[in-house]
């Protein structure tokens, strides 16, 4: 009687945490933006040498699948060295190209493939230019 007890106990925490996982799932869920609307992000620019804010580095994007197209201005960084921006979203797309680009050219060009459209902040350390 006590082991068909234990069973008992056993399958049922086990059917919970199925149902819980099942309907709540393991990982945050993606965000669910419409065709051909634009994914908020928020950029923080800071020199890889000493970890001070860079201002003015301009933000650079261009879809995937148009990687040979002219990227557009998405946004300069402030005093602070944050930029807010809309990237562009498409559900067929692997995520659009970013450019980071200091006009001065005191710091050298980094590029990345954006393949999270969360919003949230993101760090980027710039390598001053030798």
């Given amino acids: 009687?006590?082991?068909?007890?234990?069973?008992?106990?056993?399958v049922s925490l086990t059917g919970a945490i199925f149902v819980f996982q099942a309907c709540y799932?393991?990982?945050?869920p993606m965000p669910q933006y419409e065709e051909g609307g634009e994914a908020p992000m928020r950029f923080s620019l800071v020199s890889k040498a000493d970890g001070?804010?860079?201002e003015g580095i301009?933000?650079?994007g261009v879809a995937a699948q148009f990687a040979d197209a002219k990227p557009l201005e998405l946004g300069i960084t402030g005093a602070d060295g944050r930029c807010s921006?809309?990237?562009?979203?498409?559900?067929?797309?692997k995520g659009p190209y970013v450019?980071?680009?200091d006009p001065d050219g005191q710091f050298l060009k980094k590029d990345?493939?954006?393949?999270?459209?969360?919003?949230?902040?993101?760090?980027?350390k710039l390598v001053p230019e030798l």
């Fill in 52 to 54: 001070s804010p860079l």
């Fill in 85 to 93: 921006v809309k990237i562009p979203y498409g559900r067929n797309r």
């Fill in 25 to 28: 799932g393991t990982r945050m």
């Fill in 1 to 10: 009687m006590k082991f068909l007890r234990k069973i008992l106990k056993g």
């Fill in 112 to 124: 990345t493939l954006l393949t999270d459209l969360r919003e949230r902040e993101i760090e980027v």
């Fill in 58 to 60: 301009r933000i650079l």
């Fill in 99 to 101: 450019t980071f680009e």
